[in-house]
């Protein structure tokens, strides 16, 4: 039996944070980064949740890739102010953050007998491409490691899409958080969990993306081009929450937690490989999955007479976005030395292999596999 959830509320386009206004509660507890206290968004969501008559704490102190330090600083902030609304306000480390802290509230709560009783939780992304507004994904560091964590729960309530918080973001974050969203979109299409509910977004969302992504990187200013990059992210969102992820995402949590690469640019370098193995076009045994991504060519008006064809031209359309994005063609242009790359790859492959997102994986790969495809990509 299939299932499909949407759970939060949605409000979007340019000047909607102020639905903060129409809050109803006594406290807020907002999670952000000093990115967004310096821009003059968090100072914003204050004046506006004071205008719904809530009194806020504030917790700053997150950072990329937040790691259990960050969750239980944030868990200590929290207890003490006892909000009964969390405000995410900030990038998807922000509100990975905030699911965090949360769901480990929760489990801690849970163990000792005791109630925890969920606040109102609504996330406010600043940028667009890892949906973790309508997600109940959440990825936090451990040991250098980074673990996904997957529970209904610690989805957001309300997810507020207010186009100018985005405004600010420079050109290499619009090219590596569109392409996670890029990826988002991808691996939910082709995931054994797909459905023709999540399809419709996985669609909509690659067909946005493909669009508006490269208008968007080279005028950070165009409003229109702004807010449909922002609506493909939390469609894709929506579309992986339901279907799962795959290889692609589990190899990036590796590779990007063990060379501290950003999550989207570690998507995007690998994102050509992926397809590549997944594809398999010299195996019949494939062509089902082939054939999903010659789909995706249609959408974004190529041609797929046949599943051959339209692979081809889907992994084309693919190499030049990545390349009119300033994506580089490898690994190794980042300036990651060889040695300690090669270094790395047995553990990488591993930690891959057992990451969360792989089981909804197309086609199950091997440790093997997995290495090979980073040596792909390399």
Known sequence: MKRFTIMPKIYFNEGSMQFLKEIKGSFAFIVSDAIMEKLGYLQKA????????????????????????VIAAGMQKYLAAQAD???ALG???VIDAAKGILYSLWQFKKAAGEEFKKPLFIAIPSTSGTGSEVTNFSVITADGQKVVIV??????????LDSTCIQHVPQPVVADTGMDALVHAIEAYVSTEATPCTDALAEKAVQLIFE????????TGNVTARERMQNASCIAGMAFTNAGLGINHSLAHALGGTFHIPHGRANALLLSAVIEYNADLNNP???????????????INLPARTYREGVVNFLQAVKDLKKSLGIPDGISQLGIDKNKFED????????????RCTATNPKQPSQEDLRKILCKSF
């Open 212 to 219: 508006n992504l490269k208008t968007l990187y080279n005028d």
């Open 285 to 299: 045994d494939s062509r089902h999955v082939a054939e999903r991504y010659a789909r995706l060519a249609n959408v």
């Open 85 to 87: 609304v969390v405000v």
């Open 151 to 160: 529970d209904e729960w610690m989805a957001p309530d309300i997810a507020i």
């Open 46 to 69: 204050i004046d506006y949740l004071a205008e719904a008559g809530l009194k806020t704490a504030v917790f700053t102190d997150v950072r990329p890739d937040p790691d259990v330090k």
């Open 344 to 355: 790395q790859l047995a553990n990488m492959a591993l930690i891959a292999l057992n990451d």
């Open 91 to 93: 990038g998807g480390s």
